[in-house]
């Protein structure tokens, strides 16, 4: 499997590992490989290279768990388009018979890069000889506790409006991947796009801060920014973006947290265009609030 340097990768390598699977870390270096697992090391944009480690694991199934870190145009294609493709390559000529994508849920709006990119692999897997299946979660934990220390040191917490703009069903790193690992052997999910939550109900980004300020054993303060800030600044940027890539990244950056700040992660329901939360799959038993009673503990 290819992404275990990250937390959700990692998470899926062990659950694995726990079923008893025999588990190949497919990795750039020496590094994000689960206790127990092989390691196979390989450039992702060298098709002879990658070609190489999958034949020698010669799987049954692929995983990729891979994606840009930044979100930034190029980053996006040679990493959520370019890299998987040449994993797909690889793993059709290994003879592997599934390949299981973590994608993403707000794949459903395309506005960014990175969401294009990943809808073009998405397609070209789709159409690949490998039977395939696609899972879209939703928000994860961590990205919802980047105010979490700012909160417990007495800071007030952000909104974009109301806070009341968007929702979702955060899902955890350890549900997200138990929902995974379950994909290999789950016949019923082959050749199936499977948008994914956690126990609901969906959740507002005032109602996170309520849930932080909880944790934290702290009164509730709130301070209110509005998203079109992040359009202003896009624009701003985009002006100098074709002639240097700086401008034209942060311009995408500026465009991600408009995205963010004005959409929902949830399922979309394509009769109405609106966010559905009833339509929204849930799995797993973790909560939000318990994540910030245990990241907010002294040794969390």
Known sequence: MAGTSG???RAVADALLADGHTVTCLNRREVGVAKDARLAVA??????SLGKAVATARPSAVISCIASRSGAPKDAHAVDYQANSNLLVAAERA???????????????PRLA??????????ELVASSIDHTIVRPTAFFKSLSGQARRVAKGGRFMLFG??????CKPISDRDCARFVADC????ARRGQVLPIGGPGPAISLKEQGELLFEAARRKPRFQSISPRMFTVIARILSV??????????KAEYARIAHYYATESMLVLDPESGEYNEE??????????????????????
């Open 7 to 9: 937390t959700i990768g």
């Open 43 to 48: 450039r992702f944009d060298d098709r002879a």
């Open 95 to 109: 003879g592997a018979e599934h390949f299981i994508l973590l994608s993403a849920i707000c794949v459903q709006k």
């Open 114 to 123: 990175f969401q294009h990119a990943k809808l073009a692999f998405e397609a």
């Open 162 to 167: 109301d806070g009341e703009l968007t929702r």
């Open 184 to 187: 290999v052997f789950d016949p």
């Open 240 to 249: 100098a973006a074709p002639f240097l890539d700086w401008f034209a990244t």
């Open 279 to 300: 339509m929204t799959p849930e799995f797993g038993e973790d909560r939000l609030a318990d994540h910030y009673k245990f990241l907010l503990e002294p040794d969390g």
